[in-house]
């Protein structure tokens, strides 16, 4: 069973994530500590950078994007030990290496469609055996917990 403050936190990642205006893929995410809001993020372009992502091609929108773990993080502006993030998809690992190089404890993430597996399998093993040596905590909430 999903407790409340779980639900709420992935509610508000879902939300955050609708701010993105990537037309493929919104990812939203909210870094936590002790059940109050520290921080939020949604992939996107920096500030500043020609809101194109509709027209350049993917290469481009790719090496533009930032993702929404790596915004909650930024925007933190804080030290972030013992905190959680709560994300609509499970981290790349780059943002992984982030979550691990701040002292984020705990990703909380949605159990994967298969369709996602079946496009980024690959990169979610690495990024949990990365969790798994550095010690970070991976809650798998069920896709059903909506």
């Known amino acids: 069973m999903v407790s409340k403050w779980a639900k709420r936190f992935f509610q508000m990642a879902e939300l955050v994530a609708s701010w993105s205006k990537d037309p493929s893929t919104q990812v939203g995410a909210v870094i936590t500590e002790s059940n109050?809001?520290?921080?939020?993020g949604?992939?996107?372009?920096?500030?500043?950078?020609?809101?194109?992502?509709?027209?350049?091609?993917?290469?481009?929108?790719?090496?533009?994007?930032?993702?929404?773990e790596e915004n909650a993080i930024l925007f933190?502006?804080?030290?972030?030990?013992?905190?959680?993030?709560?994300v609509t998809h499970f981290p790349c690992p780059n943002c992984?290496?982030?979550?691990?190089?701040?002292g984020?404890?705990?990703?909380?993430?949605?159990?994967?469609?298969?369709?996602?597996?079946?496009?980024?399998g690959d990169k979610i093993k690495v990024s949990e055996d990365m969790f798994s040596?550095?010690?970070?905590?991976?809650?798998?909430?069920?896709?059903?917990?909506n």
């Not at 992984?96 to 701040?102: C, D, E, F, P, V």
């Not at 984020?104 to 079946?118: G, R």
């Open 42 to 68: 949604f992939n996107g372009y920096p500030h500043g950078i020609s809101d194109s992502a509709e027209t350049d091609n993917r290469e481009m929108k790719l090496l533009k994007t930032l993702h929404a």
């Open 96 to 102: 992984a290496a982030k979550i691990i190089q701040t």
């Open 133 to 145: 040596q550095a010690g970070v905590a991976v809650d798998w909430l069920p896709l059903n917990q």
């Open 104 to 120: 984020i404890a705990t990703v909380h993430c949605p159990e994967q469609s298969e369709d996602f597996l079946s496009r980024w």
């Open 36 to 40: 109050r809001i520290v921080s939020l």
């Open 76 to 86: 933190a502006k804080r030290d972030l030990s013992g905190c959680e993030i709560w």
